[in-house]
C-alpha cells in the first residue's frame, strides 16, 4: 500500500517538472509565455525572440492565404487561450479584424506592422490603403522585432536581457539576410529585374531590392482579375520580351497559367520560373519553414529564373 501511494507521489512530482510530456514548461522549470500568432512570419519574430520561455500557435500554416482567412472555432480558442496575440496588421487578416478588435478588450492582441514607421509603409496606386506585405521589405519588418521584445519582457520582466540579446542576434541575422537579397538581385540584368507574379505581395521586395513588380490580382486576394487584366499583363510581357513568371503557394497557378497561354498565342515563350512563398511560409521542419529559409528561397528562385 505504501509502496503504491510513494509511487504515485513520484509520479506527480515527475508530472509537475515535466509537464507530464507536454512542453508548457521553459528550462528554469516556469510556464511558458502562451503565444498565437495569424501567420508563420510573425510566429518566426516570437520563436527567435521568446525561445524557450515561449509556447507559439500560428493560426496559418503553409499554402493558407491570409486574405481570405477565416477563423475556426478551434482558432478562437487558441486566441482565447492565448497571453498574447500578435498579427501582422494593415488589414493583411482582412476577414479577422473584427475578432481582434474583441479580443483587444481584456488581451494584448498587437499588429506588428503598427511598429514600421509610416515612412516606411507603401500605398498602392489605385487604393489609399497600405500595403500590408510589410515583410518583404527586411529593414521595415526589423522594427517589428523590438514591438515583440517590448511586450514578451512586460508579461515577464525577469527575462528582459535575454529576450534583448535574442532580438539583437536575430536582427543580425536579418541584416545578413537584406544584404544577401540585395547582392544577388544585382546579379540580374538591369532590363530584366521585373518580378511577375499571380498578386501584388511583392510591392516591398520590388522596392528594396530594385525589381519592378507587376501582380495579376490586386493587393488582396480578395479582388477578381478579368480577362482585360490577363491581357494587359500578357501584353507587357511580350513588348518587354520578360522570359519567366512566378506561382505562389498560397494561391491557385490558374491565374498565372492564363497569363503564360496568353504569351504563348503571341509567340512569346514566358516559363515559370518556379514558386515563390508570398503570404504564407513552406512547412514547418524545412528550410523554407523559417522566415530567413523562405526568403533566401525566393531571392534564390528569382534570381535564377531572370538571370
Ligand atoms: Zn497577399
Known amino acids: 500500500m505504501k509502496k503504491w501511494l510513494v509511487s504515485i507521489a513520484a509520479i506527480t512530482v515527475m508530472c509537475f517538472l515535466?509537464?507530464?510530456?507536454?512542453?508548457?514548461?521553459?528550462?528554469?522549470?516556469?510556464?511558458?509565455?502562451?503565444?498565437?500568432?495569424?501567420t508563420g512570419q510573425v510566429a518566426d519574430v516570437v520563436k527567435n525572440i521568446g525561445k524557450d520561455k515561449v509556447e507559439v500557435v500560428s493560426l496559418m500554416g503553409p499554402g493558407v492565404d491570409p486574405h481570405l482567412y477565416q477563423a475556426s472555432q478551434g482558432d478562437i480558442q487558441k486566441l482565447n487561450q492565448a497571453d498574447l496575440i500578435f498579427y501582422n496588421g494593415l488589414h493583411l487578416e482582412g476577414k479577422m479584424n473584427?475578432?481582434?478588435?474583441?479580443?483587444?478588450?481584456?488581451?494584448?492582441?498587437?499588429?506588428?506592422?503598427?511598429?514600421?514607421?509610416?515612412?516606411?509603409?507603401?500605398?498602392?496606386?489605385?487604393?489609399?490603403?497600405?500595403?500590408?506585405?510589410?515583410?518583404?521589405?527586411?529593414?521595415?519588418?526589423?522594427?517589428?522585432?523590438?514591438?515583440v521584445e517590448k511586450e514578451l519582457t512586460k508579461i515577464s520582466p525577469e527575462n528582459e536581457s535575454f529576450f534583448q540579446e535574442n532580438a539583437l542576434a536575430y536582427e543580425k541575422e536579418l541584416q545578413e539576410l537584406d544584404q544577401y537579397a540585395k547582392e544577388q538581385i544585382a546579379t540580374i540584368p538591369e532590363e530584366s529585374r521585373v518580378l511577375v507574379t499571380a498578386h501584388d505581395a511583392f510591392g516591398y521586395f520590388g522596392h528594396a531590392y530594385g525589381l519592378e513588380v507587376m501582380g495579376l490580382q490586386g493587393l488582396s486576394t480578395d479582388s477578381e482579375y478579368g480577362l482585360k487584366d490577363v491581357q494587359g499583363l500578357v501584353d507587357i510581357l511580350v513588348e518587354r520580351n520578360i522570359k519567366a513568371v512566378f506561382i505562389e503557394s498560397s494561391i491557385s497557378e490558374k491565374s498565372i497559367q492564363a497569363v503564360v497561354e496568353g504569351a504563348k498565342k503571341q509567340k512569346h515563350e514566358v516559363v515559370i520560373g518556379g514558386e515563390l512563398f508570398s503570404d504564407a511560409m513552406g512547412e514547418e521542419g524545412t528550410e523554407e519553414g523559417t522566415y530567413a529559409g523562405m526568403f533566401k528561397h525566393n531571392v534564390d528562385t528569382i534570381v535564377s529564373a531572370l538571370k
Not at 478588450?105 to 500595403?131: C, F, G, W, Y
Open 18 to 38: 515535466t509537464a507530464c510530456g507536454n512542453d508548457q514548461v521553459n528550462g528554469d522549470g516556469k510556464e511558458k509565455i502562451q503565444v498565437t500568432t495569424t
Open 98 to 147: 473584427e475578432i481582434f478588435e474583441k479580443m483587444s478588450n481584456d488581451k494584448q492582441t498587437v499588429a506588428v506592422a503598427d511598429s514600421i514607421p509610416e515612412t516606411m509603409l507603401l500605398r498602392t496606386k489605385d487604393s489609399n490603403a497600405h500595403d500590408p506585405h510589410v515583410w518583404f521589405d527586411i529593414q521595415a519588418w526589423i522594427h517589428t522585432i523590438d514591438s
